[in-house]
């Protein structure tokens, strides 16, 4: 069972560039979680997603962020026109159902020059 | 909305002693569960202990255990025999009714050899 498997490891993206952060839940588990942590800070809540369908997307800012979750595939977060503030790593997680435990990736640490 | 809190940023513990790691959180639910996570260098986020807010009986994982004091709204983590592998960025985090994991900022804990 390899985990949670978040590629790429780390990002390097321009001013105004794409940034695509990928997300393979664990075998059997079809709810993620994407969370985004700043220096010195903890983890903030991002979106939630089962499979085609996003549940709660109440931390996602509004503007250029979008992530899906498709029928056969990882679950993807999508950044458009990236900010310096954008900088932060970027962690995925994975649960089997809703209150069980939920299994963190390695996260993507995206720097934006 | 709730909130969490490590009022600790920084901690150290001597090899082979214990150390306790403060957590409060603020909710107005009544059924929650309440979690301590290890970030190594590596930047992997470990669940380490898990704790459900209905049970009375503190968690314990081995050399980790719980002081979960519900009225008060804390939750601390004890390490005994602290190990130089237990070095590393902790966080406490609350779940309620919905799939949201909210973290603490974190706690940075040095083990002296």
């Known amino acids: 069972n390899a985990g949670v498997m978040q590629n790429p490891r780390h990002l390097v993206r321009r001013r105004g560039q794409e940034a695509r952060l990928r997300c393979s839940p664990m075998k059997g588990h079809s709810h993620v979680y994407w969370y985004r942590q700043l220096p010195e800070e903890g983890l903030k809540f991002m979106v939630y997603l089962q499979k085609e369908n996003i549940i709660d997307e109440s931390g996602m800012p509004k503007e250029r962020f979008s992530a899906e979750f498709p029928k056969e595939g990882p679950s993807i977060l999508r950044i458009q026109q990236v900010v310096r503030g954008d900088s932060a790593a970027y962690f995925c997680a994975s649960s089997q159902e809703e209150g069980n435990g939920y299994t963190f990736g390695s996260g993507t640490r995206l720097t934006v020059v | 909305a709730q909130t969490v809190t490590q009022s600790q940023p920084e901690m150290s513990v001597q090899e082979a002693e214990t150390v306790t790691l403060s957590c409060t959180y603020d909710?107005?639910?009544?059924?929650?569960?309440l979690f301590w996570y290890k970030q190594p260098p590596s930047r992997q986020m470990i669940l380490v202990i898990r704790?459900?807010?209905?049970?009375?009986q503190n968690a314990t994982e081995n050399r980790f255990s719980v002081n979960f004091q519900k009225a008060a709204k804390s939750f601390s983590l004890k390490i005994s025999d602290s190990q130089l592998g237990d070095a590393a960025m902790y966080f406490c985090a609350y779940k309620g009714g919905s799939e949201k994991l909210v973290f603490g900022k974190g706690m940075k804990l040095t083990v002296n050899p």
């Open positions: 704790q459900e807010a209905y049970k009375q």
């Open positions: 909710t107005s639910e009544s059924d929650y569960y």
